[in-house]
T-cell receptor
């Protein structure tokens, strides 16, 4: 069975600083996709970044980047130059047979 | 792209009543998904459709739950004889194509509260 674990229930960071959110997963599949989604308070979930498992190069989207370690089954999200608008729940997700399997989430608070 | 639309945004009902939620996906998206999210947890997969065909149902989806997607457009999720444990946010998402790497676009969700 596929599982996703986010071990940090809450994180906080000062504006303009860098923060890293952790995610580990378990699967016997060899080809899969991983995603980070952001869910701001009372707003809809939006895609932050995705990673293809067969690509060794880490994905980057502006201030967001991932550190994908396939052998370790680790998929962390780094947010650089944190902004107040980054305050949200962040969910790591594994795509399996068309559906997403989510972790429990990390609540990130960005302070001025 | 008008986004995924869900109605109603909030539903409060008494235990034992039936409720129905609606999801309108992004127009060209052929895949539609339902998830349930309880407080402090990540979304859990319930079921998904490709066009009008329901391809998979989670074991979380008891016999009291039924989902339809007539004509492959909007979808409805009905819960019969609601129970306290059904209180949750019900999220709908849609994606384009059958490839599992396609990103899913989520709606705002319907929050169900059972009295």
């Amino acid at each position: 069975a596929q599982t996703v674990t986010q071990s940090q229930p809450e994180m906080s960071v000062q504006e303009a600083e860098t923060v890293t959110l952790s995610c580990t997963y378990d699967t016997s599949e060899n080809n899969y996709y991983l995603f980070w989604y952001k869910q701001p308070p009372s707003r809809q979930m939006i895609l932050v970044i995705r990673q293809e498992a067969y690509k060794q190069q880490n994905a980057t989207e502006n201030r967001f980047s991932v550190n994908f370690q396939k052998a370790a089954k680790s998929f962390s999200l780094k947010i650089s130059d944190s902004q107040l608008g980054d305050t949200a729940m962040y969910f790591c997700a594994f795509a399996f047979e068309g559906k997403l399997i989510f972790g429990a989430g990390t609540r990130l608070a960005v302070h001025p | 792209d008008t986004g995924v639309s869900q109605n109603p945004r909030h539903k409060i009902t008494k235990r034992g009543q039936n409720v129905t939620f609606r999801c309108d996906p992004i127009s060209e998206h052929n895949r539609l998904y339902w998830y349930r999210q309880t407080l402090g947890q990540g979304p859990e997969f319930l079921t998904y459709f490709q066009n009008e065909a329901q391809l998979e149902k989670s074991r979380l989806l008891s016999d009291r739950f039924s989902a339809e997607r007539p004509k492959g457009s909007f979808s409805t999720l009905e819960i019969q004889r609601t129970e306290q444990g059904d209180s949750a946010m019900y999220l709908c998402a849609s994606s384009l194509g059958a490839a599992f790497h396609q990103p899913q676009h989520f709606g705002d969700g319907t929050r169900l509260s059972i009295l």
